[in-house]
């Protein structure tokens, strides 16, 4: 058997993956040779209905299964960041998708890395347990290898994500005018302060653009700058959740300000869908696509000017970067 390992993984883009990962692998003639370790808060797929185990998300637990089960399995795939508890006599890989686990050594003394860098003590001690790390792209082998986790020859670079899941369905000038999309989560790498004061600062200057953005109540001081921005004639709308297509396909412009991702899988998405991308000038986003124009993420007039630009101007079409190697990582499991 070949053991998936996605403890630990239940939501955002790691899920994304997760779910397509598993669809793909439920298509292959071969899907009876693989079994799914999963986490309790991960949504299992419908299509997923035997060779899977759920297990209480703690590192203990994942130690007993390990310690358990461990001659069962002639090859090892872990899908969040850490690497087996214990040294396995079998090929083991790890997929590493968390470039804020490689700020954590940078940033130990920075009370708001406290846990990151103790999950990074995790990943470290575990570290000698595989084989290699898999990443999606070059600038996290980039970052792996600034910390030395390992040599340059035990990390494959290999990028997967569902490429036929969005598909331009309305041509560009069909689109709503004037709305800029930025779906995240609201923490601090996604760089809602500047965002939101560049907001105000449109309305300051005359420009009122919508922008849906998705707070959940983890960051309610987002929630009420939004309020407050908005008392001042600013049309931004929090959706808190909501199904990407449903702004992707309607919806000219994705703004993207960033200051971290260890992909950038909304990148690829939008452009799928026929947006258009503003997006941070940062290594990550050129590993993704080639944007239709860029912004200094740290300047609030930055972000507003090229919002102004879009509005104004005709900006190119985004292209997709990054292959979907689905095939490949899957060849590599069996193989």
Known sequence: ?????????????????????????????EKEQFFFLLDPRFKIPASLKKNYIVIPNKISERIKYYKTNYLKFKKV??????????????????????QKLLE???????????????????????????????VQTPHMVSEMLSIKLKPIVAILTIPFYDDKKYRKEKPFEERKKDEFVFISNPSPQKNYPNLLNAWEYLLETGYKPVLHVTIDDTAPQFIERVKEINSKGANIINHVY????????N?????????????GLPLIEAASSGMKILASDLPYVYDAVK???????????????????????????????????INKLILLLLN
């Open 251 to 263: 919806c000219p412009f994705l703004l993207f300000p960033s200051i971290m991702e260890s992909f």
């Open 291 to 325: 944007p239709s124009i860029t912004f200094n993420p740290f300047d609030k007039i930055s972000i507003a000017d090229t919002v102004i630009k879009a509005m104004k101007q005709n900006l190119p079409d985004p292209e997709i970067v990054t292959k979907n190697e």
């Open 1 to 29: 058997m070949i053991l998936i390992d996605a403890m630990f993984i239940n939501k955002g883009g790691g899920s994304v993956l997760l779910e397509y990962l598993i669809d793909t692998i439920l298509l292959q003639p």
């Open 77 to 98: 795939f872990c899908f969040a960041n850490t690497p087996p508890p214990i040294k396995l006599k079998v090929p083991t890989y790890t997929y590493f998708h968390n």
């Open 104 to 134: 954590a050594p940078k940033k130990k003394f920075n009370r708001a890395f406290h846990k990151l860098y103790l999950k990074y003590l995790i990943t470290k001690l575990y570290n000698k347990n595989t084989d290699f790390y898999i």
């Open 242 to 249: 909501v199904n990407p297509k449903e702004l992707y396909y």
